[in-house]
């Protein structure tokens, strides 16, 4: 018999409620009560890319409504906007520093980071008052972010562009040496 390689998606525990030290899954009750009472802007921002992939259909409504309430119920205010960025620059001098930096095509100025970072603050900014700009996808949010006047025209074109070129780096790079990279 032949044995294959699987490879699975490690889960990084850290970036959950309470971080490796509870549950490794919640009540939807259990996450609202966390999400209103202790969770910091960042956590708050990394729902904007959490996506239901199954369960049962009362359950992943459940969460889809949370998940809109959390996000949207309140606009994201200036002081959490800056928050956010000072955490954004945080993540280009502490995580993968590479030489020269102009290779940090992920976490470096710039870089892929920069645009979820920019479309990301922009959801939580307007999205109560704009629901066309709460996708999950960075590309399809850009978009809709143009179409709504936020983000103009020309500028959007050309973050479009620099965005799907940084990705395009990304997944040779990941595909060349099998796993994730920076």
Known sequence: MKHTDVTFYEIYLLLRPHRDAGPLVTTPEAAQKYYHNSAHIWERQMLTRARVITGPQTLTSTWSNLQTDLLYETPL????????????QRIEKERDIVSP???????????????EFLVQIQQLTHGSKHTTIRSQGTRK???????????PVETG??????YDFLKQIEVHLRRYVNKGIS
Do not use: C, H
Request: glycine share 12%; hydrophobic share 45%; charged share 20%.
């Open 141 to 151: 949010s850009l978009k809709s972010l143009v179409i709504e006047g936020f983000i």
């Open 101 to 115: 930096a102009q290779r940090a095509f992920k976490t470096g100025a710039g870089g892929i980071i920069d645009f």
């Open 157 to 162: 074109i050309i973050l479009a562009e620099n």
């Open 77 to 88: 205010t200036p002081s959490q906007g800056s928050e956010l960025w000072e955490m954004r």
